[in-house]
């Protein structure tokens, strides 16, 4: 029970994460698409970044430090790929669609074409495991009582940074005057010009942070889940977050519990091989896998006429238009 | 009012419409490949930086961009596969995304995008490779298995698009987001499918796990007709395929019915007051396009000889469905142009394949990247004909004096004369260095402004 909630914990995080990377991007009136490509690149860069830092003979003993400063890195890296969709859907006023889908396609062929070409592999791991590397709390402690286990046993940093920067950013979003102006230009932004916002500009700052988040979600994800390898694919990781953001109706707090119900049949896919009861159920494991999407799909059928979502998103902002 | 005769009776020029898309078209394939190029260049520069591994030559670089460019020729250059294997295997991989590529454009002209085509193709691949096989096992004759897998196909297809398109009419739900869910769906549904039925599994070639059985094991396989091609996969496919675009194309230009689902795309209102049921065509247009995309998996394993690899299917989705897309924008969604566009795509693939055969760039995925690259400019078709048109604002000194708009013809003109005039500018500014300072600034304003 306790590693199932520990597991459920390490998927939701990039989940949630990247589900407000794209709640940044819809607010402030762009469809990002792109989600799982920026995830990709995220996870890409991040490995090759503590690669490489491992091979210029970084200190083991400093692994947190270096785990934080991928982050960071990551962070960098996605916002710059979410510049090429912001660009070309704010300054080229192209469909946003086709821009995220370029991306999507984009992403992993860098990816694997630079793993094949450079260091003749189809997949990049970096030196060693990353448990080994990176996770906190693997001594034989004692119990720290059921809750205390769950959190601070076998867990890595990220997870907790993850959160930290889901609430800052939620917060930002809805008690700032920043996060009201972003989220005019996704409803109306003829009227957030009027009292004198910068459209371009909001639509821009809500891309790259969409980017950064996405990149950063990446990069936890593959370091937490998937040991810290990267070979051009999220496994539809960032589609699902998207079923996660319109599931949870563009809100932060909703977003946080939708991710982690999705988070826990993205586990149950992962785990119920082990778990008796689960197994004697004789539920594939690609049922689990498909649930939330077609949750998803049930979910839309019902609340579409409430749906909350940006009254602006995908359309180009014209200053002429009216 | 517009005249509608005019546009019929005026001679097709340089500065149609048709052929300002065309050439649209060709800067974003120019600037793709290039990118592709440019990549492979750099990649030879810096990659010994990144890891001990490999250290390619910048040599081998520009043979790459000759591989890239050349493509199915390419063999002329390094030998190995002989061309007319190549063509043959173009015209292959072509097949399936003449159809994933027409369903993309039936959709975008109907006013949907059809993102969902990787999973109605896996619908496709699943239901004509366990038709096909389970008719063949008990005995049908090779050819009627391969008539009812085809049909069951599209059938699968069809049900599996009408999805998206149940929920955009019946819900208002964008059928983006509706087909991606549906295309998780199906890739899980294709893993579990085969990994529950054991009958389909190749159990009997060793060291292969996680492959279906052939369908020409029983007989079932497209007939080649007169395209051998050196014995490449090539078969009667391509030209079913060929014969479908003409069939698209003719449903949309010729028919009633076409016409009503083009009209519920270009405004739902509007044919709806015209007494069309727009929820009715929209769910057909997404039938039809998800039909379409599942033909071309059919064509494509029903060929016989191709083993599907079901193992991973549900972490990936099938490459073909999404590059649907850019054959159809490339196309600028114009059934007959899927066609050329679908080839052009192909002969990139076998470029990648031959980049890897014959450099030591030892992947394939440089052909994606370029498509990828393609696909990203093509949404940019609007701003690249304002270019040409010479409408920009970036290239707004273009313009002719008296204000005629005359397109790119005498751009170059114009630009040599701006450069003239600035020059002419510069060595007045030079002559008037000498002179005191105040006409000094009174020229450097003038210049400025």
Same mark, same amino acid.
């Given at each position: 029970?306790?590693?199932?909630?520990?597991?459920?914990?390490?998927?939701?995080?990039?989940?949630?994460?990247?589900?407000?990377?794209?709640?940044?991007?819809?607010?402030?009136?762009?469809? *990002?698409?792109?989600?799982? #490509?920026?995830?990709?690149?995220?996870?890409?860069?991040?490995?090759?970044?503590?690669?490489?830092?491992?091979?210029?003979?970084?200190?083991?003993?400093?692994?947190?430090?270096?785990?934080?400063?991928?982050?960071?890195?990551?962070?960098?890296?996605?916002?710059?790929?979410?510049?090429?969709? /912001?660009?070309?859907?704010?300054?080229?006023?192209?469909?946003?669609?086709?821009?995220?889908?370029?991306?999507?396609?984009?992403?992993?062929?860098?990816?694997?074409?630079?793993?094949?070409?450079?260091?003749?592999?189809?997949?990049?791991?970096?030196?060693?495991?990353?448990?080994?590397?990176?996770?906190?709390?693997?001594?034989?402690?004692?119990?720290?009582?059921?809750?205390?286990?769950?959190?601070?046993?076998?867990?890595?940093?990220?997870?907790?940074?993850?959160?930290?920067?889901?609430?800052?950013?939620?917060?930002?979003?809805? &008690?700032? &005057?920043?996060?009201?102006?972003?989220?005019?230009?996704?409803?109306?932004?003829?009227?957030?010009?009027?009292?004198?916002? *910068?459209?371009?500009?909001?639509?821009?700052?809500?891309?790259?942070?969409?980017?950064?988040?996405?990149?950063?979600?990446?990069?936890?994800?593959?370091?937490?889940?998937?040991?810290?390898?990267?070979?051009?694919?999220?496994?539809?990781?960032?589609?699902?977050?998207?079923?996660?953001?319109?599931?949870?109706?563009?809100?932060?707090?909703?977003?946080?519990?939708?991710?982690?119900?999705?988070?826990?049949?993205?586990?149950?896919?992962?785990?119920?091989?082990?778990?008796?009861?689960?197994?004697?159920?004789?539920?594939?494991?690609?049922?689990?896998?498909?649930?939330?999407?077609?949750?998803?799909?049930?979910?839309?059928?019902?609340?579409?006429?409430?749906?909350?979502?940006?009254?602006?998103?995908?359309?180009?902002?014209?200053?002429?238009?009216? | 009012?517009?005249?509608?005769?005019?546009?019929?009776?005026?001679?097709?020029?340089?500065?149609?419409?048709?052929?300002?898309?065309?050439?649209?078209?060709?800067?974003?394939?120019?600037?793709?490949?290039?990118?592709?190029?440019?990549?492979?260049?750099?990649?030879?520069?810096?990659?010994?930086?990144?890891?001990?591994?490999?250290?390619?030559?910048?040599?081998?670089?520009?043979?790459?961009?000759?591989?890239?460019?050349?493509?199915?020729?390419?063999?002329?250059?390094?030998?190995?596969?002989?061309?007319?294997?190549?063509?043959?295997?173009?015209?292959?991989?072509?097949?399936?995304?003449?159809?994933?590529?027409?369903?993309?454009?039936?959709?975008?002209?109907?006013?949907?995008?059809?993102?969902?085509?990787?999973?109605?193709?896996?619908?496709?691949?699943?239901?004509?490779?366990?038709?096909?096989?389970?008719?063949?096992?008990? +005995?049908?004759?090779?050819?009627? /298995?391969?008539?009812?897998?085809?049909?069951?196909?599209?059938?699968?297809?069809?049900?599996?698009?009408?999805?998206?398109?149940?929920?955009?009419?019946?819900?208002?739900?964008?059928?983006?987001?509706?087909?991606?869910?549906?295309?998780?769906?199906?890739?899980?549904?294709?893993?579990?499918?085969?990994?529950?039925?054991?009958?389909?599994?190749?159990?009997?070639?060793? *060291?292969?796990?996680?492959?279906?059985?052939?369908?020409?094991?029983?007989?079932?396989?497209?007939?080649?007709?007169?395209?051998?091609?050196?014995?490449?996969?090539?078969?009667?496919?391509?030209?079913?395929?060929?014969?479908?675009?003409?069939?698209?194309?003719?449903?949309?230009?010729?028919?009633?019915?076409?016409?009503?689902?083009?009209?519920?795309?270009?405004?739902?209102?509007?044919?709806?007051?015209?007494?069309? /049921?727009?929820?009715?065509?929209?769910?057909?247009?997404?039938?039809?396009?998800? +039909?379409?995309?599942?033909?071309?998996?059919?064509?494509?394993?029903?060929?016989?000889?191709?083993?599907?690899?079901?193992?991973?299917?549900?972490?990936?989705?099938?490459?073909?469905?999404?590059? +649907?897309?850019?054959?159809?924008?490339?196309?600028?969604?114009?059934?007959? #142009?899927?066609?050329?566009?679908?080839?052009?795509?192909?002969?990139?693939?076998?470029?990648?394949?031959?980049?890897?055969?014959?450099?030591?760039?030892?992947?394939?995925?440089?052909?994606?990247?370029?498509?990828?690259?393609?696909?990203?400019?093509?949404?940019?078709?609007?701003?690249?004909? /304002?270019?040409? *048109?010479?409408?920009?604002?970036?290239?707004?000194?273009?313009?002719?004096?008296?204000?005629?708009?005359?397109?790119?013809?005498?751009?170059?003109?114009?630009?040599?004369?701006?450069?003239?005039?600035?020059? &002419?500018?510069?060595?007045?500014?030079?002559?008037?260095?000498?002179?005191?300072?105040?006409?000094?600034?009174?020229?450097?304003?003038?210049?400025?402004?």
């Amino acid at each position: 029970m306790v590693n199932l909630l520990q597991q459920t914990i390490l998927f939701t995080v990039p989940l949630i994460l990247v589900a407000l990377a794209g709640v940044f991007a819809e607010r402030s009136g762009i469809i *990002n698409l792109a989600l799982e #490509g920026i995830m990709i690149i995220g996870a890409f860069g991040g490995v090759l970044f503590i690669r490489g830092m491992q091979n210029a003979g970084f200190p083991r003993e400093l692994g947190q430090l270096l785990l934080i400063l991928g982050l960071i890195v990551t962070a960098i890296v996605g916002a710059l790929f979410s510049l090429l969709l /912001s660009f070309s859907a704010i300054k080229m006023k192209a469909d946003q669609t086709i821009g995220g889908t370029a991306l999507n396609l984009l992403a992993p062929a860098i990816a694997l074409f630079i793993i094949n070409v450079v260091f003749l592999d189809s997949r990049l791991t970096i030196n060693g495991d990353a448990p080994s590397w990176f996770m906190l709390g693997r001594g034989d402690l004692e119990s720290l009582g059921f809750i205390g286990d769950i959190l601070f046993r076998k867990f890595y940093i990220t997870t907790y940074i993850g959160i930290a920067i889901y609430v800052i950013l939620s917060v930002i979003l809805y &008690k700032t &005057k920043f996060g009201l102006r972003l989220r005019a230009c996704g409803e109306h932004p003829q009227a957030a010009d009027s009292v004198g916002i *910068n459209v371009y500009k909001m639509r821009y700052i809500g891309t790259t942070i969409s980017g950064a988040l996405a990149g950063m979600g990446g990069y936890i994800y593959s370091v937490t889940t998937a040991n810290a390898v990267a070979d051009g694919s999220v496994a539809g990781f960032g589609f699902l977050a998207l079923a996660v953001m319109i599931f949870g109706n563009w809100k932060p707090l909703n977003i946080a519990i939708a991710g982690t119900v999705f988070g826990l049949f993205k586990c149950l896919s992962a785990v119920s091989a082990q778990i008796p009861f689960l197994n004697n159920l004789g539920i594939s494991t690609y049922f689990y896998n498909m649930l939330p999407y077609i949750i998803t799909l049930v979910i839309l059928a019902f609340t579409s006429k409430k749906s909350m979502a940006p009254k602006a998103e995908g359309i180009p902002y014209d200053k002429g238009q009216r | 009012m517009k005249n509608p005769f005019k546009k019929k009776l005026a001679l097709p020029s340089l500065s149609s419409d048709r052929t300002k898309t065309i050439a649209s078209s060709l800067v974003s394939i120019g600037m793709g490949i290039v990118f592709g190029c440019l990549l492979l260049f750099l990649i030879a520069c810096f990659d010994q930086f990144i890891s001990d591994y490999q250290d390619i030559p910048v040599g081998q670089s520009f043979k790459g961009m000759l591989v890239i460019i050349l493509g199915v020729f390419s063999s002329a250059i390094g030998g190995g596969i002989s061309t007319a294997y190549l063509i043959g295997d173009m015209l292959f991989r072509a097949t399936p995304l003449i159809m994933t590529g027409l369903s993309a454009a039936l959709a975008y002209k109907t006013g949907l995008f059809n993102i969902g085509a990787p999973g109605q193709y896996l619908m496709g691949t699943v239901t004509s490779i366990s038709v096909a096989l389970t008719l063949g096992m008990n +005995g049908v004759n090779g050819f009627i /298995s391969w008539i009812v897998a085809f049909l069951a196909a599209i059938i699968a297809g069809a049900l599996w698009g009408c999805i998206p398109g149940l929920f955009k009419a019946f819900f208002n739900v964008n059928e983006v987001i509706t087909s991606i869910m549906t295309n998780w769906i199906a890739a899980n549904f294709v893993t579990w499918f085969f990994s529950t039925m054991k009958q389909f599994q190749n159990t009997l070639t060793v *060291n292969k796990t996680g492959y279906t059985i052939t369908t020409g094991t029983y007989g079932v396989a497209t007939p080649k007709l007169f395209l051998n091609f050196d014995g490449s996969y090539a078969n009667g496919g391509i030209l079913i395929a060929i014969l479908l675009a003409v069939g698209v194309y003719v449903l949309l230009n010729k028919t009633t019915f076409g016409f009503e689902l083009k009209a519920c795309g270009s405004n739902k209102n509007a044919a709806k007051y015209a007494g069309m /049921s727009a929820k009715r065509n929209i769910v057909l247009s997404m039938a039809l396009a998800g +039909g379409l995309s599942a033909v071309g998996a059919a064509l494509y394993y029903l060929q016989g000889d191709i083993e599907y690899s079901w193992t991973n299917a549900y972490m990936s989705l099938p490459q073909v469905g999404f590059n +649907g897309i850019p054959v159809a924008l490339l196309a600028n969604c114009n059934p007959i #142009g899927t066609i050329f566009a679908a080839l052009f795509m192909a002969y990139l693939n076998i470029s990648g394949s031959q980049l890897r055969i014959l450099t030591f760039y030892d992947s394939e995925y440089i052909s994606n990247i370029i498509i990828a690259v393609i696909v990203y400019l093509s949404a940019f078709s609007v701003f690249f004909k /304002s270019v040409i *048109n010479g409408e920009h604002k970036l290239f707004s000194f273009a313009k002719s004096k008296d204000g005629e708009n005359d397109g790119a013809k005498n751009f170059i003109k114009r630009f040599a004369d701006k450069i003239s005039s600035l020059k &002419k500018n510069k060595n007045t500014v030079a002559a008037d260095k000498q002179s005191d300072s105040a006409e000094k600034e009174c020229v450097k304003e003038d210049n400025n402004g």
